[in-house]
């Protein structure tokens, strides 16, 4: 296993992209952005038509230095960066949503799961929840409005995920 030694971001082929494509890399940096602090959390906050491109060399200095701190997984702290993933892999599968919508909706799912657990406190979650929900398409927003599943399903899903720990 060897860590990448540098990043080559062609703006030209990112700002080419599909809007849906756009969209779905939004779940990934909202989810760098509410674990790697306020900074990032504030930009992203204030600016709703995002320059991704712009952005990406502080998400991956972001994504990285938690990398860093846990390169082989083994002390537990890079788990941070499966926030929201093991909900969003749920609906991706079940309900063939992008990636990335999918771990938007799975950070609503654990911040909601926070906020009820005391974790976080109401302005922290409506902040966060309000960031996410300015980024979800339309169809995604609705779907997460009246979102069920089956406890049947939700459990065997969540029981065979790839992120799971016990």
């Given amino acids: 296993f060897y860590n990448a030694d540098k990043v080559f971001l062609i703006a030209s082929i990112l700002k080419k992209q599909p809007p849906a494509l756009e969209r779905s890399a939004k779940g990934e940096l909202i989810k760098i952005a509410i674990i790697h602090g306020a900074?990032?959390?504030?930009?992203?906050?204030?600016n709703q038509q995002?320059?991704?491109?712009?952005?990406?060399?502080?998400l991956i200095k972001a994504k990285m230095k938690i990398v860093r701190e846990d390169p082989l997984e083994k002390n537990g702290h890079?788990?941070?960066?499966?926030?929201?993933?093991?909900?969003?892999?749920?609906?991706?599968?079940e309900y063939a949503k992008p990636h990335g919508e999918s771990v938007m909706l799975g950070l609503l799912f654990s911040l909601r799961?926070?906020?009820?657990?005391?974790?976080?406190?109401?302005?922290?979650?409506?902040?966060?929840?309000?960031l996410i929900l300015n980024h979800l398409s339309v169809a995604n927003f609705k779907f997460y409005q009246k979102l069920l599943m089956p406890k049947k399903i939700?459990?065997?899903?969540?029981?065979?995920d790839k992120k799971l720990t016990k």
């Fill in 39 to 46: 900074g990032i959390f504030r930009y992203v906050q204030q």
């Fill in 50 to 58: 995002l320059d991704m491109v712009s952005m990406l060399p502080s």
């Fill in 78 to 93: 890079r788990q941070i960066l499966n926030l929201g993933h093991t909900v969003g892999h749920i609906i991706e599968g």
């Fill in 113 to 130: 799961w926070s906020y009820q657990l005391k974790y976080i406190n109401k302005d922290k979650f409506e902040a966060m929840e309000r």
């Fill in 154 to 160: 939700f459990l065997k899903a969540l029981l065979q």
